[in-house]
């Protein structure tokens, strides 16, 4: 760190009453950097400069979507049909290099690092994301993942005997176990609520919430987009539902950073959690849960370090000696998708999604898990009746034959779902992603269709 940037640090912390709270040698008091005025704070400088993106913010000297965006961009292996983005994500190659920037810059003098500089480019990354994100920064914490997030909330709610969590069946699987487990643990009862399969519109989904949702629930937890059967929630009009009758919202945003328009004031929501690799395509190992104000005493870290007590973006921010490059590098991925275009991958993600499952759909005569307005990125296209005639039950076995063999004989990276007596893909699009690699799979499964038929599969 330059020594401008030392000083920057020391005036923005020293800049309201003197005081010495949780915090570093230059940033005394995390909480009220974080809660500074946007006029007020000046960021501090790198050690290292990071990629420049300003072409692209031309259409017409950006790289174009798909295999060269692929190549330029990513670090997939060429000759891998790569469709589940929506697992783990994959991460831009300049979000790869950049922690590793990092790693290296802080093993070159650790104490002035962590003493000194970690928390205060926290705070900036903090305020940057909080902007795209539709929130206050003071209302933003940092966390490894999604799960991590989830727990930090469902534990740390004041859960009595009786009291009720509501769910319903799409409800990602470690979050009905944590869920179950808090159950068990306090005395509380669960109720989960089933969807049916395949989806007639979104007012199904409203309609059972309404119907089902009892006042005085103590929560309601929701996914913005359920991870098997990838459709858009209706979240605005659940969380509507809910409020009326004053339950607060959990929503499991795994999906949404980057792919969905997150505004969380408007959205109205009380707990928000999203993962930053998914979509964003940042380095592993980052995510942000967003609390409303009002709500914040009712949650805390599942770690307990120095700035516990301090306020909620210091009960979050460190938990101990790690690795925060994850957190740093969401800069560079920042610049990315701002320099690109935000709503110029979306279209592109989302007029892909439409034209690959269409062409599925398509080629083998089947269907959609849901209306096709009701999908971003991803969309969970039915496969051939074949795979299921004569089967009295279908389970995650069936899904798991048709899945290894079109990794391992075709090198198509895509999942298959189980889902109430069907067998579905769940297809990921993105902006490595192009109608070439859709093209393959529905290849694949005629071929896995015609074995079946013979006896073969």
Same mark, same amino acid.
């Given at each position: 760190?330059?020594?401008?940037?030392k000083?920057?640090?020391?005036?923005?912390?020293?800049?309201?009453h003197?005081?010495?709270?949780f915090?570093?040698?230059?940033?005394?008091?995390?909480?009220?950097?974080?809660?500074?005025?946007?006029?007020?704070?000046?960021? =501090?400088?790198?050690?290292?400069?990071?990629?420049?993106?300003?072409?692209?913010?031309?259409?017409?000297?950006?790289?174009?979507?798909?295999?060269?965006?692929?190549?330029?961009?990513?670090?997939?292996?060429?000759?891998?049909?790569?469709?589940?983005?929506?697992?783990?994500?994959?991460?831009?190659?300049?979000?790869?290099?950049?922690?590793?920037?990092?790693?290296?810059?802080?093993?070159?003098?650790?104490?002035?690092?962590?003493?000194?500089?970690?928390?205060?480019?926290?705070?900036?990354?903090?305020?940057?994301?909080?902007?795209?994100?539709?929130?206050?920064?003071?209302?933003?914490?940092?966390?490894?993942?999604?799960?991590?997030?989830?727990?930090?909330?469902?534990?740390?709610?004041?859960?009595?005997?009786?009291?009720?969590?509501?769910?319903?069946?799409?409800?990602?699987?470690?979050?009905?176990?944590?869920?179950?487990?808090?159950?068990?643990?306090?005395?509380?009862?669960?109720?989960?609520?089933?969807?049916?399969?395949?989806?007639?519109?979104k007012?199904?989904?409203?309609?059972?919430?309404?119907?089902t949702?009892?006042?005085?629930?103590?929560?309601?937890?929701?996914?913005?987009? =359920?991870?098997?059967?990838?459709?858009?929630?209706?979240?605005?009009?659940?969380?509507?539902?809910?409020?009326?009758?004053?339950?607060?919202?959990?929503?499991?945003?795994?999906?949404?950073?980057?792919?969905?328009?997150?505004?969380?004031?408007?959205?109205?929501?009380?707990?928000y959690?999203?993962?930053?690799?998914?979509?964003f395509?940042?380095?592993?190992?980052?995510?942000?849960?967003?609390?409303?104000?009002?709500?914040q005493?009712?949650?805390?870290?599942?770690?307990?370090?120095?700035?516990?007590?301090?306020?909620?973006?210091?009960?979050?921010?460190w938990s101990?000696?790690?690795?925060?490059?994850?957190?740093?590098?969401?800069?560079?991925v920042?610049?990315?998708?701002?320099?690109?275009?935000?709503?110029?991958?979306?279209?592109?993600?989302y007029?892909?999604?439409?034209?690959?499952?269409?062409?599925?759909v398509?080629?083998w005569?089947?269907?959609?898990?849901?209306?096709?307005?009701?999908?971003?990125?991803?969309?969970?296209?039915?496969?051939?009746?074949?795979?299921?005639?004569?089967?009295?039950?279908?389970?995650?076995?069936?899904?798991?034959?048709?899945?290894n063999?079109?990794?391992?004989?075709?090198?198509?990276?895509?999942p298959?779902?189980?889902?109430?007596?069907?067998?579905?893909?769940?297809?990921?699009?993105?902006?490595?992603?192009?109608?070439?690699?859709?093209?393959?799979?529905?290849?694949?499964?005629?071929?896995?269709?015609?074995?079946?038929?013979?006896?073969?599969?």
């Open positions: 760190m330059t020594d401008a940037s000083g920057v640090c020391a005036e923005n912390a020293g800049a309201g003197g005081k010495r709270d915090g570093s040698f230059y940033s005394s008091n995390v909480e009220e950097l974080i809660n500074m005025p946007e006029d007020e704070y000046v960021p =501090p400088e790198f050690p290292f400069t990071f990629p420049s993106y300003d072409e692209y913010k031309s259409s017409k000297t950006a790289p174009p979507f798909g295999r060269k965006m692929r190549r330029k961009h990513y670090f997939l292996e060429e000759d891998c049909t790569f469709l589940n983005h929506g697992a783990f994500g994959a991460s831009l190659k300049e979000a790869v290099l950049v922690a590793q920037q990092w790693q290296a810059y802080i093993e070159k003098q650790p104490l002035r690092f962590f003493d000194r500089e970690v928390l205060i480019h926290l705070i900036y990354i903090t305020r940057r994301m909080a902007k795209f994100v539709g929130c206050h920064p003071g209302e933003l914490a940092l966390v490894p993942n999604v799960t991590s997030a989830m727990n930090a909330v469902i534990k740390n709610l004041d859960i009595k005997q009786g009291d009720n969590i509501y769910y319903l069946n799409v409800t990602y699987g470690s979050v009905k176990t944590l869920i179950k487990h808090t159950a068990k643990e306090k005395g509380a009862t669960i109720q989960e609520e089933t969807i049916e399969f395949p989806i007639q519109s007012q199904q989904i409203i309609n059972l919430v309404k119907n949702l009892r006042k005085g629930t103590k929560l309601a937890v929701f996914d913005h987009i =359920p991870s098997n059967t990838p459709f858009i929630q209706p979240l605005q009009e659940l969380i509507h539902i809910c409020h009326e009758r004053g339950v607060p919202v959990l929503v499991d945003g795994a999906h949404g950073l980057g792919i969905l328009p997150l505004n969380l004031h408007e959205l109205d929501v009380d707990y959690t999203t993962n930053c690799h998914k979509w395509s940042s380095f592993k190992g980052c995510a942000l849960l967003y609390v409303k104000k009002s709500l005493s009712t949650v805390g870290p599942l770690i307990i370090s120095h700035g516990f007590g301090h306020g909620f973006n210091s009960d979050f921010m101990g000696l790690r690795d925060y490059s994850p957190f740093l590098s969401l800069h560079t920042l610049d990315f998708w701002q320099s690109v275009g935000v709503q110029r991958i979306r279209d592109y993600v007029k892909l999604r439409e034209q690959a499952a269409e062409y599925l398509r080629r005569n089947t269907g959609l898990i849901a209306p096709k307005d009701m999908f971003g990125s991803m969309a969970a296209v039915r496969l051939p009746s074949i795979f299921v005639d004569g089967k009295q039950t279908v389970s995650y076995s069936d899904a798991e034959v048709i899945q063999n079109l990794y391992q004989r075709f090198n198509i990276e895509v298959i779902k189980a889902v109430q007596g069907q067998l579905y893909v769940r297809i990921s699009c993105h902006i490595h992603n192009e109608l070439k690699d859709y093209e393959n799979l529905a290849e694949a499964i005629l071929v896995l269709a015609a074995e079946r038929v013979q006896g073969v599969l």
